[in-house]
């Protein structure tokens, strides 16, 4: 998920963040239990229309398993274990209790009425990362 939805532009500090939030966000989802069943990660990835390169826009890969593992960049694999790694020896999470997470820049136009309220939110909690 993160290999679609973070912004590689960014510095390390800022990407690790951006990484975390999609991780605490699909976590926070597995948790809730609202994507499908209570601690189904894979359900919650391949939910319709919740991220964008896997099921939200045209040409999106339609799940995660049909994503090429040649398509899964290595630097965010590894902040994908680092942030893991953190959560388990007892980190916080990046998000907070938060089930939404949007990228505004990869987000189909019809999710846009949802996302634009979603950022100012974020922009007040202090919670956009990058």
């Known amino acids: 998920m993160t290999s679609t939805e973070v912004d590689y532009g960014l510095k390390d500090r800022v990407f690790q963040a951006q990484v975390g939030a999609v991780v605490d966000t699909i976590l926070n989802r597995a948790a809730s239990g609202r994507w499908g069943s209570k601690g189904d990660i894979r359900s919650v990835v391949n939910a319709p229309?919740?991220?964008s390169q896997i099921s939200g826009n045209k040409g999106a890969y339609g799940s995660v398993q049909n994503m090429p593992n040649n398509h899964i960049k290595r630097r965010a694999e590894i902040?994908?274990?680092?942030?893991?790694?953190?959560?388990?020896?007892?980190?916080?999470s990046t998000v907070g209790g938060h089930l939404n997470y949007?990228?505004?820049?990869?987000?189909?136009?019809?999710?846009?009425?949802?996302?634009?309220?979603?950022?100012?939110?974020?922009?007040?909690?202090?919670?956009?990362?990058g």
């Open 49 to 51: 229309l919740q991220f």
């Open 79 to 92: 902040a994908v274990l680092r942030h893991l790694e953190a959560r388990m020896n007892g980190a916080d």
């Open 102 to 129: 949007a990228n505004p820049y990869s987000s189909s136009p019809t999710s846009m009425a949802w996302v634009r309220p979603l950022q100012i939110r974020a922009q007040r909690e202090g919670l956009v990362f």
